[in-house]
T-cell receptor, first 116, second 114 residues
């Protein structure tokens, strides 16, 4: 069965420092991987995705993520954090096996807190 | 403006009283889905629809029903709500059938079942 793990409930970073939010996945086939962000009292917004090709993908608001097939990871990164990056972040995976491609599995979420 | 709308945004009800949460998208998306968000559990998929008249169960479908009579609408129905269905619910849509397409989310519906 496919699954997504976000091992950290909370990540605290000082403004201006680099940040990493971790995500590991387990699927039987090849994955499509996504990151979403949720600001307070809002729905989720798409940040970036990995489909194929370059393992380093760039997304909105200066975020990027690196796909690592051997470690089955898709960590979200940003070189210099902003206070406005404080939010709840979700990793999600879609398995490409036929019949399960339409199911989407989300991680439990990581709350990112950037202190001034 | 391209968007997914949900109504109501907030609802307090009592056990056993049937309710419907509406979801509508104006982007002509084929794929639509319902999720519930609970602390520590992230988002869990309830039902999804690949197109009109095509629906399928997600990971937590018990106690819920959906229908997809029109492409733009995907209502979530709770025939007999129970307190364990108290949650934050999100509707989402995406273009086409491709798994590579990202989803657009509605603003959420906070449901409390007493």
């Amino acid at each position: 069965a496919q699954s997504v793990a976000q091992p950290e409930d909370q990540v605290n970073v000082a403004e201006g420092n680099p940040l990493t939010v971790k995500c590991t996945y387990s699927v039987s086939g090849n994955p499509y991987l996504f990151w979403y962000v949720q600001y307070p009292n809002r729905g989720l917004q798409f940040l970036l995705k990995y489909i194929t090709g370059d393992n380093l993908v760039k997304g909105s608001y200066g975020f990027e993520a690196e796909f690592n097939k051997s470690q089955t990871s898709f960590h979200l990164k940003k070189p210099s954090a902003l206070v406005s990056d404080s939010a709840l972040y979700f990793c999600a995976v879609r398995d490409l096996r036929w019949g399960s491609a339409s199911k989407i599995i989300f991680g439990s979420g990581t709350r990112l807190s950037i202190r001034p | 403006e391209a968007q997914v709308t949900q109504n109501p945004r907030y609802l307090i009800t009592v056990t056993g009283k049937k309710l419907t949460v509406t979801c509508s998208q104006n982007m002509n998306h084929e794929y639509m889905s319902w999720y519930r968000q609970d602390p520590g559990l992230g988002l869990r998929q309830i039902y999804y629809s690949m197109n009109v008249e095509v629906t399928d169960k997600g990971d937590v479908p018990e106690g819920y029903k959906v229908s997809r009579k029109e492409k733009r609408n995907f209502p979530l129905i709770l025939e007999s709500p129970s307190p364990n269905q108290t949650s934050l619910y999100f509707c989402a849509s995406s273009l086409g059938h491709s798994s590579s397409n990202e989803q657009f989310f509605g603003p959420g519906t906070r449901l409390t079942v007493l």
